[in-house]
């Protein structure tokens, strides 16, 4: 049998893997755009696609995922058993592993209604069990294009709060805010703009990745979601979809004033992701050391963070036994991917 696994997480708008050698070896990573809400066929053709780039129909699948919450599906069952049913279809069957939280990995082929709540959106938890298996103490950060997860570690043992979306969120765990796909309105109602503090409008004007394509701090190769008005994504573009929110017309002569408004929208949203890190670290029963991780696509807000309090900083990358970045995307980009092939394997 071939040794190698592939680690998905199947997302609401991306689909991630993370092929592994049998020595534990990164062969491959990938991030691919794939808008599930918009139905079943869009995981089909994706799966499919990367499937072909990578020759993955004979290795072993470990499985994990999000994508059960979006509109086409009525109900996280409906929606981790389609997604499965997919994967399965690509892929041999009896190859096929689910992450399904604390209860480890079940066999595709045999996943039963009462498996689907643990299955569901516990992409989290895959990436925290790795953390705590390299490191006694950590506040583990992965900031993506959509949510935000900050977790705990203490002598190696998961501090969790919360299971599902529900009580993460009542937690602070889950920050419902990331650096692409969400909504300016929904970091700020009102800003400092140029020399006036103002209302903003709560329309769907701009996407925060308009905020970092103005700052340059969004990687070309994780923009990979359509932008609030489907025009370009150069940054006079981002710059126009700002202005929006302002009421104030735009002219290619003020760009000085966009380039501080993101500033500013940047500065938000990371003082609302550094508040909830706070939160956990006062949960933290040791006085040891305790070193922030940082993952995910918007991780260089969670290393500007960890200055600002005082901890140390850790790459996802850097508890990896392999860190060679194979091509544009990495695999702190990629972690709970990466998580599940590595916990599935039995490496570390």
């Not at 689910?98 to 209604?113: E, T």
């Not at 969790?160 to 692409?180: N, P």
């Not at 970045?325 to 599940?340: G, R, S």
């Amino acid at each position: 049998m071939n040794k190698q696994i592939v680690g998905w997480d199947i997302g609401g708008a991306h689909v991630k893997l993370a092929l592994l050698d049998e020595s534990g070896h990164i062969q491959a990573l990938a991030q691919q755009a794939c808008p599930l809400w918009k139905g079943i066929e869009y995981l089909h053709g994706t799966l499919a696609d990367l499937a072909g780039q990578f020759d993955l129909q004979n290795c072993r699948h470990a499985v994990t995922m999000t994508g059960e919450l979006v509109d086409c599906f009525t109900s996280r069952e409906q929606g981790v058993n389609a997604i499965v049913r997919v994967v399965c279809e690509q892929f041999n069957a009896e190859q096929v592993t689910v992450f399904a939280g604390l209860r480890g990995f079940l066999p595709a082929a045999h996943i039963q209604p009462a498996d689907c709540m643990d299955i569901a959106s516990v992409n989290w938890l895959a990436s925290l069990m790795w953390v705590a298996k390299r490191l006694p103490i950590a506040l583990f950060v992965d900031i993506g294009s959509t949510t935000t997860d900050i977790l705990l570690v203490e002598n190696h043992q998961l501090k969790v709060q919360g299971f599902t979306d529900y009580q993460r969120l009542v937690s602070g765990e889950l920050v419902y805010t990331g650096i692409v796909r969400t909504a300016v309105m929904a970091i700020a109602q009102e800003a400092e703009f140029n020399g006036q503090s103002m209302g903003l409008m709560a329309e769907y004007f701009a996407t925060m990745a308009d905020v970092y394509r103005l700052t340059g701090d969004l990687n070309e190769v994780h923009d990979q979601t359509d932008t609030a008005d489907g025009a370009e994504k150069s940054v006079s573009a981002s710059a126009r979809r700002l202005s929006r929110l302002t009421g104030y017309e735009f002219s290619e002569s003020d760009l000085a004033l966009w380039l501080a408004f993101a500033e500013q929208l940047k500065t938000k949203q990371t003082q609302k992701i550094s508040h909830a890190c706070v939160r956990q670290l006062q949960r933290a029963e040791t006085g040891s050391a305790i070193k922030l991780i940082g993952a995910g696509v918007g991780r260089f807000l969670a290393r500007d963070m960890a200055a600002d309090l005082g901890l140390e900083y850790l790459d996802f990358t850097d508890l990896l036994p392999s860190t060679a970045k194979t091509n544009v995307i990495d695999a702190a980009d990629c972690a709970p991917a990466t998580a599940v092939a590595y916990l599935a394997g039995g490496f570390g």
